[in-house]
């Protein structure tokens, strides 16, 4: 999304950022829970808070180490000493959702991708990883269509106003 705002491809973008780059304009909207997410029969599922180094000795199931997600787990793994072990990486939370309920491994992951149809193991990670937050992302500087700007004054009526200062007006 971030590519295609600054190859004028797109005019706003839903995402998420852990560190917002100078030329967006990001509004979080919505935030999640980080959470521990197993296979039901899993040793993990009978202890209610685990700690990282207990999630260390079993193989995580990750998105690809080039985005913002394996940079934060990776983060507070060093924080705690404990060695990063992970079994796969997969694109896409589906997928590795389908890989922890076939037992290939466990996964942190927020809540956002979560649902009661999910036949995985939900345990909160609040006490380590903060609330993601995802939102609006704008360039700075970025005239939008009519249609643009409808939609997301549907979505936040107050961002126009909030943001008047970084955004061209048409």
Request: aromatic letters at 10%; charged letters at 25%.
């Amino acid at each position: 999304g971030l590519a295609m705002l600054r190859a004028d491809e797109a005019d706003f973008a839903i995402g998420s950022f852990v560190t917002v780059p100078d030329d967006i304009v990001y509004e979080s909207i919505w935030s999640y829970d980080p959470t521990l997410i197993t296979p039901l029969d899993h040793p993990q599922t009978k202890i209610n808070s685990p700690t990282i180094e207990q999630i260390s000795e079993y193989g995580l199931i990750l998105p690809p180490k080039h985005l913002a997600t394996w940079r934060v787990i990776e983060a507070e793994f060093e924080k705690h000493g404990a060695k990063l072990n992970v079994a796969l990486e997969a694109g896409g939370w589906e997928v590795i959702k389908r890989y922890v309920e076939l037992g290939m491994g466990i996964s942190i992951v927020t809540d956002v991708c979560l649902t009661d149809h999910d036949k995985v193991a939900k345990t909160p990670l609040l006490e380590y990883f903060p609330k993601r937050t995802y939102g609006i992302v704008v360039r700075r500087g970025k005239f939008l269509s009519p249609q643009s700007k409808q939609f997301i004054n549907n979505i936040d009526a107050g961002f126009f106003e909030r943001h008047a200062g970084s955004l061209a007006s048409n």
